[in-house]
């Protein structure tokens, strides 16, 4: 078997789907090509519940903003000096802890941001983001979950221990129990792949014990999201204001599995810092795929900076690392016949 049909026969074992991109007059970045199931936008006008769903796979949000850069979007019944300002936007990050993972996501969007970016403009949300293939486990508290992975390692995507609906795990629970539906955990992804990732098989408790308690009196439960990503991958840790090449050997080329800039452990990057600049761990930049996809996805090398310059600044005041996941690939990609599909990397 050659190498670009082994690499076809494992994507379909672990059921990961390969998108072939076009490349337009203007070219559109598909994020981690053989995630992606589909991509999607949504717009929700300021005071209403944003929803965003997946019919197949999770969720990951690619970027989340708030404010007004269009004059005709959530206008309907507002005088023009609400909708004139169309230079008024900032991140909400807030999207992506609360939504990526999950197959559904309800959002309130009141109180989603702090800090209003433009005072006496009516502002909406716009969320994008991408619905991926990924293997999902739930455990309700005190229980264990079991993650596996038949072929390659497990890699995990998204970890909380606490409740984002009323239905999970209700079972037997009193009513005031369920009630909470936004409770995330502010240390779970941490722990989780410290436990999981580059293994075949791992074990997880759920319980505060492991887990800090973001919701007293709530029952709890852990939700977790990975992939089994190929046994020959290979990772790259890059501290804040450094820099670092991929490389491949010759006649292969980059594929970008995952990517963040940010910090999800307070271990990682720690050496002669504060503890007040690593005790955030649940620090993501949206944009670390994007980025990171579009200078090194089919090039035999690059080179990566990880700066708040490259990625902006996810979170002010913690020393922040660079995190990418790759694999060296065979450049060019004949598919099965049976397929009808070629795929240049």
């Excluded at 007004?68 to 023009?80: E, K, Y």
């Excluded at 005072?119 to 739930?138: F, L, P, R």
């Excluded at 009630?179 to 990732?197: E, R, W």
């Excluded at 759920?206 to 029952?219: H, I, L, N």
Aim: glycine share 6%; charged share 15%; hydrophobic share 30%.
């Amino acid at each position: 078997m050659n190498h670009c049909l082994a690499i076809w026969n494992f994507d379909m074992e672990i059921k990961v789907m390969i998108i072939i991109f076009v490349v337009l007059r203007h070219t559109m970045l598909l994020l981690n090509s053989r995630l992606l199931i589909s991509a999607e936008t949504v717009v929700t006008c300021d005071g209403f519940v944003q929803r965003l769903s997946c019919d197949s796979g999770v969720i990951r949000v690619q970027s989340s903003t708030f404010g007004r850069t269009n004059g005709n979007i959530c206008s309907v019944g507002r005088p023009q000096g609400q909708t004139s300002n169309t230079l008024c936007s900032v991140d909400v990050h807030e999207v992506s802890k609360r939504c990526d993972g999950l197959s559904m996501c309800e959002l309130n969007t009141q109180g989603l941001v702090e800090h209003d970016p433009c005072d006496g403009t009516y502002k909406y949300y716009t969320t994008n983001y991408t619905c991926i293939q990924a293997e999902t486990s739930v455990t309700c508290h005190g229980g264990y979950a079991y993650l596996s992975c038949e072929n390659g390692k497990i890699h995990i995507n998204t970890a909380n221990y606490g409740r984002t609906d009323k239905v999970t795990c209700s079972e037997g629970r009193p009513s005031n129990e369920l009630q909470n539906s936004s409770c995330y955990s502010p240390n779970a992804l941490a722990p989780v792949s410290k436990s999981c990732n580059g293994l075949e098989s791992c074990e997880l408790f759920a319980t505060q014990t492991v887990f800090t308690d973001p919701c007293v009196g709530t029952y709890k439960y852990l939700a977790v999201s990975y992939f089994c990503l190929p046994s020959a991958l290979r990772t790259s840790v890059i501290c804040e204001h450094a820099n670092n090449t991929l490389k491949c050997e010759q006649g292969a080329v980059i594929h970008i599995h995952t990517a963040n800039y940010g910090r999800t452990d307070r271990s990682t990057c720690s050496v002669r810092r504060r503890a007040s600049q690593t005790t955030k761990t649940d620090c993501y930049s949206s944009n670390s795929m994007e980025i990171v996809t579009n200078g090194c996805e089919g090039n035999n090398s690059c080179v990566l900076v990880a700066s708040n310059g490259v990625f902006s600044d996810p979170c002010f005041g913690t020393f922040k690392y660079l995190y990418v996941s790759y694999s060296c690939v065979a450049k060019y990609c004949k598919l099965p016949e049976a397929s009808g599909l070629v795929m240049t990397l």
